[in-house]
């Protein structure tokens, strides 16, 4: 069983940067990708970031390539998105996913980005 536990979302204006945290729990986090998606109003679940179990492989959309960066710390079974530059198309709620022999979605957190 895992449960992935997302924070770090607020509200801040635009040019600001935030860093959201994917807390995990359980002995199979480090063994697997895990992504961030996130969810605007009225709109589908797209896909944001992702990145390998070890870190060396990192997956971006184009609208957020260059302003986002995903990393991990295994230690700590943690997995964190840096979102610098945010833009009001940013807002959206943000969940950490992975696939381990089933979906495993977080809670999410709420990122509100004012022009």
């Known amino acids: 069983q895992v449960q992935l536990v997302e924070s770090g979302g607020g509200l801040v204006q635009a040019g600001a940067s935030l860093r959201l945290s994917c807390a995990g729990s359980?002995?199979?986090?480090?063994?697997?990708?895990i992504g961030w998606f996130r969810q605007a109003p009225g709109k589908e679940r797209e896909f944001v970031a992702s990145?390998?179990?070890?870190?060396?492989?990192?997956y971006y959309a184009n609208s957020v390539k260059g302003r986002f960066t995903i990393s991990r710390d295994n230690a700590k079974n943690t997995v964190f998105l840096q979102m610098n530059n945010l833009k009001p198309e940013d807002t959206a709620v943000y969940y950490c996913?992975?696939?381990?022999?089933?979906?495993?979605w977080g809670q999410g957190t709420q990122v509100t980005v004012s022009s």
């Open positions: 990145i390998s179990w070890n870190g060396g492989y990192t």
């Open positions: 359980g002995r199979t986090f480090s063994r697997y990708a």
């Open positions: 996913y992975t696939a381990q022999g089933r979906s495993y």
